[in-house]
Protein backbone atom coordinates (compact mmCIF):
# COMPACT_ATOMS: atom_id res chain seq x y z
CA UNK A 1 0.00 0.00 0.00
CA UNK A 2 1.07 3.02 -1.01
CA UNK A 3 0.26 6.79 0.93
CA UNK A 4 -0.20 10.41 -0.89
CA UNK A 5 -0.05 13.24 1.01
CA UNK A 6 -1.13 16.36 -0.59
CA UNK A 7 -0.48 19.53 0.81
CA UNK A 8 -1.43 23.11 -0.42
CA UNK A 9 1.22 25.39 1.06
CA UNK A 10 0.33 27.99 3.41
CA UNK A 11 -0.98 31.19 3.11
CA UNK A 12 1.58 33.85 1.23
CA UNK A 13 1.56 37.48 0.66
CA UNK A 14 -0.77 39.03 -2.11
CA UNK A 15 0.94 38.76 -5.47
CA UNK A 16 0.30 42.31 -6.12
CA UNK A 17 3.00 43.81 -2.84
CA UNK A 18 5.59 41.15 -3.75
CA UNK A 19 7.39 41.58 -7.06
CA UNK A 20 8.31 38.19 -8.12
CA UNK A 21 5.76 35.25 -7.90
CA UNK A 22 8.19 32.99 -6.80
CA UNK A 23 9.75 35.02 -4.30
CA UNK A 24 5.78 35.54 -2.21
CA UNK A 25 6.68 34.59 1.33
CA UNK A 26 4.27 33.64 4.39
CA UNK A 27 1.86 35.54 5.87
CA UNK A 28 1.81 35.39 9.62
CA UNK A 29 -1.20 33.41 9.14
CA UNK A 30 0.51 31.11 7.22
CA UNK A 31 3.13 30.59 9.60
CA UNK A 32 0.77 29.73 12.41
CA UNK A 33 -1.21 27.30 9.90
CA UNK A 34 1.95 25.59 8.84
CA UNK A 35 2.97 24.79 12.14
CA UNK A 36 -0.23 23.49 13.01
CA UNK A 37 -0.17 21.62 10.07
CA UNK A 38 3.28 19.99 10.90
CA UNK A 39 1.71 18.60 14.29
CA UNK A 40 -1.21 17.59 13.26
CA UNK A 41 0.34 15.80 10.46
CA UNK A 42 3.30 14.08 12.88
CA UNK A 43 0.46 13.11 15.39
CA UNK A 44 -2.30 11.61 12.54
CA UNK A 45 0.21 9.81 10.44
CA UNK A 46 3.20 10.15 11.33
CA UNK A 47 6.75 11.59 9.00
CA UNK A 48 6.53 10.94 5.40
CA UNK A 49 9.07 8.93 4.13
CA UNK A 50 10.06 11.39 1.23
CA UNK A 51 9.05 15.20 0.27
CA UNK A 52 8.89 16.87 -2.94
CA UNK A 53 8.34 20.53 -2.97
CA UNK A 54 8.09 23.24 -5.11
CA UNK A 55 11.55 25.20 -4.99
CA UNK A 56 9.13 28.75 -4.35
CA UNK A 57 9.57 30.28 -1.29
CA UNK A 58 6.38 29.64 0.27
CA UNK A 59 6.61 26.33 -0.62
CA UNK A 60 9.87 26.22 1.24
CA UNK A 61 8.94 27.99 3.74
CA UNK A 62 5.54 26.18 4.43
CA UNK A 63 8.12 22.66 4.28
CA UNK A 64 10.79 23.96 6.93
CA UNK A 65 7.50 24.93 9.47
CA UNK A 66 5.64 21.37 8.69
CA UNK A 67 9.42 19.74 9.48
CA UNK A 68 9.49 21.51 12.97
CA UNK A 69 6.48 19.18 13.98
CA UNK A 70 7.80 15.86 12.77
CA UNK A 71 9.49 13.68 15.03
CA UNK A 72 11.24 12.12 11.68
CA UNK A 73 13.61 14.16 9.09
CA UNK A 74 12.66 12.56 5.75
CA UNK A 75 14.60 12.85 2.38
CA UNK A 76 13.80 16.07 0.39
CA UNK A 77 13.72 17.10 -2.83
CA UNK A 78 13.06 20.44 -4.25
CA UNK A 79 11.54 20.14 -7.75
CA UNK A 80 11.46 22.72 -10.45
CA UNK A 81 8.47 21.27 -12.51
CA UNK A 82 6.27 21.41 -9.11
CA UNK A 83 5.99 25.06 -9.32
CA UNK A 84 2.42 26.24 -10.25
CA UNK A 85 1.90 22.47 -11.79
CA UNK A 86 -1.07 21.30 -13.48
CA UNK A 87 -1.98 17.65 -11.80
CA UNK A 88 -1.24 15.62 -15.05
CA UNK A 89 2.13 17.05 -13.97
CA UNK A 90 2.45 16.86 -10.55
CA UNK A 91 0.78 12.71 -11.40
CA UNK A 92 3.70 12.51 -13.47
CA UNK A 93 6.24 13.31 -11.04
CA UNK A 94 4.69 11.24 -8.62
CA UNK A 95 4.39 7.72 -10.63
CA UNK A 96 8.53 8.40 -10.60
CA UNK A 97 9.32 8.29 -7.14
CA UNK A 98 11.49 4.48 -5.89
CA UNK A 99 8.81 2.46 -4.59
CA UNK A 100 11.01 1.58 -1.71
CA UNK A 101 9.29 4.89 -0.54
CA UNK A 102 5.42 4.13 1.32
CA UNK A 103 4.66 7.48 2.35
CA UNK A 104 5.18 10.52 0.06
CA UNK A 105 4.34 14.15 0.51
CA UNK A 106 4.08 16.61 -2.22
CA UNK A 107 3.81 20.19 -1.21
CA UNK A 108 2.43 22.48 -4.24
CA UNK A 109 0.14 24.98 -5.41
CA UNK A 110 -3.50 25.39 -6.40
CA UNK A 111 -5.09 24.82 -8.41
CA UNK A 112 -2.80 21.57 -9.46
CA UNK A 113 -2.75 20.22 -5.92
CA UNK A 114 -6.89 20.48 -5.54
CA UNK A 115 -7.20 19.24 -9.22
CA UNK A 116 -5.20 15.75 -8.34
CA UNK A 117 -7.12 15.51 -5.28
CA UNK A 118 -10.12 15.51 -7.26
CA UNK A 119 -8.91 12.75 -10.06
CA UNK A 120 -7.44 10.87 -7.15
CA UNK A 121 -10.69 10.17 -5.18
CA UNK A 122 -12.59 7.43 -5.82
CA UNK A 123 -16.23 6.81 -5.18
CA UNK A 124 -16.94 7.06 -1.29
CA UNK A 125 -17.59 4.03 0.32
CA UNK A 126 -18.82 4.96 3.70
CA UNK A 127 -20.39 8.09 5.25
CA UNK A 128 -16.66 9.26 7.18
CA UNK A 129 -15.03 9.06 3.17
CA UNK A 130 -17.97 10.70 1.85
CA UNK A 131 -17.89 13.70 4.24
CA UNK A 132 -14.44 14.55 4.01
CA UNK A 133 -15.29 14.14 -0.22
CA UNK A 134 -17.71 16.66 0.49
CA UNK A 135 -15.21 19.02 2.54
CA UNK A 136 -12.64 18.47 -0.91
CA UNK A 137 -15.36 19.18 -3.32
CA UNK A 138 -16.24 22.25 -1.24
CA UNK A 139 -12.35 23.90 -1.05
CA UNK A 140 -9.06 23.66 -0.71
CA UNK A 141 -7.75 26.21 0.67
CA UNK A 142 -4.44 27.18 1.64
CA UNK A 143 -2.28 24.97 4.54
CA UNK A 144 -4.99 22.08 3.70
CA UNK A 145 -4.05 18.06 4.10
CA UNK A 146 -5.13 15.68 1.74
CA UNK A 147 -4.23 11.57 2.61
CA UNK A 148 -4.68 9.43 0.04
CA UNK A 149 -4.24 5.45 0.55
CA UNK A 150 -3.74 3.61 -2.98
CA UNK A 151 -3.35 -0.50 -2.71
CA UNK A 152 -0.57 -0.92 -5.40
CA UNK A 153 3.17 -2.08 -4.77
CA UNK A 154 4.67 0.48 -7.17
CA UNK A 155 3.77 4.64 -7.63
CA UNK A 156 3.15 3.99 -11.49
CA UNK A 157 0.30 2.31 -10.45
CA UNK A 158 -1.49 4.83 -8.86
CA UNK A 159 -4.64 6.04 -10.45
CA UNK A 160 -7.63 8.42 -11.26
CA UNK A 161 -10.58 7.13 -9.03
CA UNK A 162 -8.73 4.67 -6.86
CA UNK A 163 -7.71 6.58 -3.84
CA UNK A 164 -8.93 6.48 -0.74
CA UNK A 165 -9.66 9.67 0.73
CA UNK A 166 -8.48 8.31 3.89
CA UNK A 167 -7.85 12.06 5.77
CA UNK A 168 -9.23 15.69 4.43
CA UNK A 169 -7.83 18.73 6.89
CA UNK A 170 -8.15 22.38 6.08
CA UNK A 171 -6.04 24.43 9.64
CA UNK A 172 -9.23 25.47 10.68
CA UNK A 173 -10.36 21.66 11.14
CA UNK A 174 -7.46 21.33 13.52
CA UNK A 175 -8.00 24.47 15.60
Not at 69 to 74: H, Q
Not at 116 to 131: I, T, Y
Amino acid sequence: MKRLFLLRHAKAVAAELSAEDRERPLTERGHDDALLMGAYLNNAHGAPDLVLCSPSARTVETWELISRGLDAVPKVRMVDALYLAPWSVILKLIRTVHDETENLLVIGHNPGMENLAEVFARKAKDDAEKKRANSLDEKFPTATLAVFTFEVEHWKNVAAGEGVLADFKRPKDVV
